[in-house]
């Protein structure tokens, strides 16, 4: 959603906080900085931009501390409001035209539940006379709402990008073979968790399951509900994994018509109990349960997997 290239910053945002890397493009190297800045509370809620300029304050520090000024930005929408759908162009349309081409459409093949989208796309599958893609379309006023807040605090936007293609981006890198799998991409974090599946390289279905907890962060913070922090986690967790497997049956029998279930979990986030919830949805669940290698994360914490999948978008 943007363009452009050279020494950039690319920054994952979350409710409750920021993940950063800057450096040279596809990839992290020896020399490139990463780090991650707490929100104040209430500055972003369930995907909205509430309080601008905190935001804008938060990564003017950024900038500020880092010589950041001028660069280039690559930053993550919430995956919340997107609208995610294959379309079909003419084969015949250069990368260039194609986005052109897709607002022409709309209001004629392409019908979405917001006015005045932003849309991106990535190319899925080439045909002789067509080629799919991927649409990705999201609320207009948002993105102006964030990319303004960037611009403000000193950084230049060039793209915009969805965690959970950034992870699938990383996903595909290290695991090669996957478009057979029913993939379920669990985004465990802090602020929540966001349900995402994919099918031949395609996100099929997003979710954010609401939970009576909402921002876990919020209620360890307050101590409400438990007085023993264990007793909270888990109920907490005990509350996520029945909304999975809700999801998981709401996919096998609305989304796939009973021919097919999720057959593969991929697990990543900044929650920091995420070693214990992956052994118990492989026991609960008795399905495979993976998340990234970390041998492959070229020395980023394993938090990081979505910023390190949004440094290898190609424009």
Same mark, same amino acid.
């Given at each position: ?9 690319y ?9 950063y ?42 900038v ?7 660069? *280039? ?24 035209e ?17 006015e005045?989208?932003?849309? *991106? ?14 649409l ?23 793209a ?20 057979d ?5 669990l ?11 994919f ?10 399951p ?19 922090e ?86």
């Amino acid at each position: 959603m943007f363009k452009k290239q050279g020494k950039q910053v690319y920054i994952i945002i979350q409710e409750t906080v920021l993940r950063y890397i800057a450096g040279e493009p596809a990839g992290f190297r020896k020399g490139n900085t990463y780090g991650s800045l707490e929100l104040p509370q209430g500055t972003i809620r369930q995907g909205m931009l509430e309080d601008k300029d905190q935001l804008t304050k938060a990564v003017r520090k950024l900038v500020e501390e880092n010589s950041w000024r001028g660069h *280039d930005l690559m930053f993550t929408l919430p995956d919340q409001a997107v609208t995610l759908r294959q379309h079909l162009v003419p084969k015949q349309l250069k990368r260039e035209e194609i986005k052109p081409f897709l607002y022409t459409e709309l209001e004629h093949t392409i019908q979405l539940p917001f006015e005045d989208p932003v849309l *991106d796309f990535e190319v899925l599958e080439e045909g002789e006379e067509t080629n799919t893609i991927l649409l990705v379309a999201y609320p207009g006023q948002r993105v102006e709402a964030y990319q303004q807040a960037f611009k403000e605090a000193g950084l230049q936007p060039i793209a915009a990008d969805l965690a959970s293609l950034t992870l699938y981006r990383l996903y595909i890198e290290q695991y090669k073979e996957t478009s057979d799998d029913h993939l379920l991409l669990l985004q465990w974090n802090r602020s929540g968790l966001i349900l995402t599946a994919f099918h031949q390289d395609m996100p099929l279905f997003i979710r954010q399951p609401q939970t009576s907890f909402g921002n876990l962060q919020d209620h360890m913070e307050q101590d409400l509900f438990y007085q023993e922090e264990a007793d909270r986690a888990r109920a907490y967790l005990e509350e996520q994994l029945t909304e999975i497997e809700r999801f998981m049956d709401f996919y096998r029998f609305s989304v796939m018509n009973g021919e097919a279930g999720i057959t593969k979990l991929l697990v990543s986030g900044d929650y920091e109990n995420l070693s214990d919830v992956m052994n118990e949805l492989r026991q609960r669940l008795q399905i495979e349960t993976i998340t990234f290698r970390q041998e492959m994360m070229d020395e980023l914490p394993l938090a990081y997997a979505d910023v390190l999948g949004l440094s290898m978008k190609k424009l």
